[in-house]
């Protein structure tokens, strides 16, 4: 058996020194993407490299275990990340092939002709829900595919609902994020998910604005902002008494059932002056006289939406989850491997943890209980709602996986460099470094989880990274953990936006496989702003809003 190799976190002999070489392979991410804009493929291999090379050359890594790392990283992109965007792409395409999404767009724009609002209901609230129910890739491309087929030019369908994609990703997949903070800290999970609800709701109010900023700037906003209001209040106050009151599992669920409901009602009976469309041929005034749709089949067309819905809130329950675990009735179908010449080789070390602790490898084949499983199921029982028979229903399924090769290899790579930088110790070497800004700490809390949720994509696994490091560090400072626990988590919302993995799943639902670079820049500057936003929030609450602190 190899010898264990415990994570230095300053192999330079310097915290600083050590942080500017850790920061390497995600300052040339950055400029692979937004300045030399190469294909999102290749910036990632080139990273997953560098930072190879970082791991065994300074970090002192065996190479074995560095080498694993990415493997195994490679892995977890394909499952569970790419098995829940495959189905959810393949369910969109066979609403499309039916033509029942003509039907989906109909009834939006029913509601609303005004692309902003429409961007709105779809991309804020109805991906609001998508990301309560299942997470991960999910809202982004379903939601992203619905604003194309609404007539959105394709990049900025992708983009807006990455923007849009950030209140709701900390309570996002049943609470998934808050539960894995207070695990990994031993903070309440009540108080945890209370304190969020306490930062979130400034970005619910924000976020349908900045929408219409984007699209057509300052007159956008004095022509919606009643619409704009009634969305966001509807959300923000939903998601305060949800998350103070209910827990962390149903806030992103009732939040965006309140402000669709809310919004829909409101534009019965009000809209805009101006109709705002893309294509240049907005009309003065809303169009009278639609013909109205039958309830039934707008019924049908959302059908599979409804059912995903359905079925990943099953998959999301605590007694099914147990059904898999080791003991339960149905843990057969859950295959473990131990990655050998990984598992329990690494350890962790001090100041990460209170005594060296070995680093856990193992790559779970969850067969039946993966939210990508629920999601085929439901294409499948969609197929035969939707009247589509079994050849069609495959074909369908080899262009999806013909169309997401890229992609995915994107996705895989992406999680080898996340994987590679945590065991290698990298992660926890900037994480420190931020750390030792002392009472600033505050401000530069949910710029870790920012940064957390960059390099993995996914505000959970920035609360395995970095919420007990955020935990340690508020009692060093003298500032409550919960406040920073939280603040790594709302922090990291902003971060999932340009995070590589998030914006391979856009370009994949929307066609752009190729312009990842033009992608990530769209979206860079509103993530940046809104963590900038987000650091300065915390920074009050930590020192002059104190009182907003649950006791």
Not at 113 to 128: E, M, P
Not at 233 to 242: A, C, L
Not at 450 to 477: E, H, M, P, R, Y
């Amino acid at each position: 058996m190899m010898a264990s190799w415990i994570q230095d976190y300053t192999p330079l002999g310097s915290l600083w020194a050590s942080a500017l070489a850790a920061a390497l392979p995600i300052v040339f991410l950055f400029f692979a993407l937004a300045v030399w804009r190469l294909r999102s493929y290749w910036a990632a291999a080139g990273t997953v490299g560098l930072t190879l090379l970082l791991a065994v050359f300074v970090y002192r890594m065996p190479a074995g275990p560095a080498i694993l790392s990415v493997i195994y990283g490679f892995a977890y992109g394909l499952w569970p990340i790419s098995w829940i965007i495959i189905p959810a792409v393949l369910l969109y395409k066979m609403t499309v092939h039916t033509g029942q999404f003509e039907i989906i767009r109909a009834s939006v724009v029913s509601v609303t002709a005004d692309q902003r609002l429409q961007a709105v209901l779809v991309a804020f609230s109805f991906g609001a829900f998508l990301e309560g129910a299942a997470g991960f890739g999910a809202p982004v491309a379903i939601s992203s595919a619905l604003l194309v087929g609404l007539g959105f030019e394709p990049l900025y369908a992708a983009g807006l609902c990455l923007i849009a994609n950030t209140a709701p990703v900390a309570f996002g997949s049943m609470g998934i994020p808050m539960i894995v903070g207070a695990k990994v800290t031993g903070l309440p999970v009540l108080s945890l998910a209370a304190m969020a609800g306490r930062q979130l709701p400034l970005l619910s109010l924000l976020v349908p604005f900045w929408l219409v900023a984007i699209m057509d700037g300052w007159r956008g906003i004095r022509e919606t902002w009643p619409a704009l209001a009634i969305g966001g209040i509807s959300f923000g106050v939903t998601q305060f008494f949800s998350s103070n009151y209910l827990g962390p599992e149903l806030p992103d669920m009732t939040s965006a059932l309140a402000s669709l409901l809310a919004l829909t009602l409101f534009l019965k009976v009000w809209h805009p002056r101006h109709i705002f469309r893309f294509d240049g041929q907005g009309l003065e005034h809303a169009p009278e006289g639609r013909e109205p749709l039958r309830a039934g089949k707008v019924l049908k067309a959302w059908s599979p939406f409804m059912l995903l819905t359905g079925t990943v809130t099953l998959w999301s329950q605590t007694w099914f989850k147990n059904l898999f675990l080791p003991g339960g009735r149905l843990s057969w179908l859950t295959l473990s491997f131990p990655v050998p010449g990984l598992d329990g080789v690494i350890q962790k070390g001090a100041p990460i943890v209170s005594e060296p602790t070995p680093y856990e490898a193992v790559f779970k084949l969850d067969l039946l209980s993966a939210v990508g499983t629920a999601v085929l199921l439901t294409s499948m029982v969609a197929a035969l709602l939707l009247r589509l028979n079994a050849r069609t229903y495959l074909r369908l399924f080899g262009e999806t996986l013909k169309e997401l090769g890229k992609p995915v290899a994107t996705i895989g790579l992406v999680l080898a460099f996340a994987f590679a930088a945590n065991y290698s110790a990298l992660s926890y070497t900037l994480g420190l470094g931020l750390a030792a800004t002392g009472v600033l700490f505050p401000f530069f809390s949910p710029i870790l989880g920012w940064l957390g949720v960059f390099l993995t994509g996914s505000d959970t696994s920035s609360n395995a990274l970095f919420a007990n490091l955020q935990a340690v560090t508020g009692k060093q400072i003298g500032v409550d953990p919960l406040l920073l626990v939280a603040a790594n988590s709302t922090g990291g919302v902003t971060g999932k936006m340009i995070s590589p993995q998030s914006i391979a799943v856009a370009c994949a639902a929307t066609g752009l496989v190729g312009r990842e670079s033009d992608l990530f820049r769209f979206t860079l500057k509103h993530s940046i702003l809104f963590a900038l936003i987000m650091g300065v929030l915390n920074c009050l609450q930590a020192y002059v809003f104190s009182w907003m602190i649950p006791r």
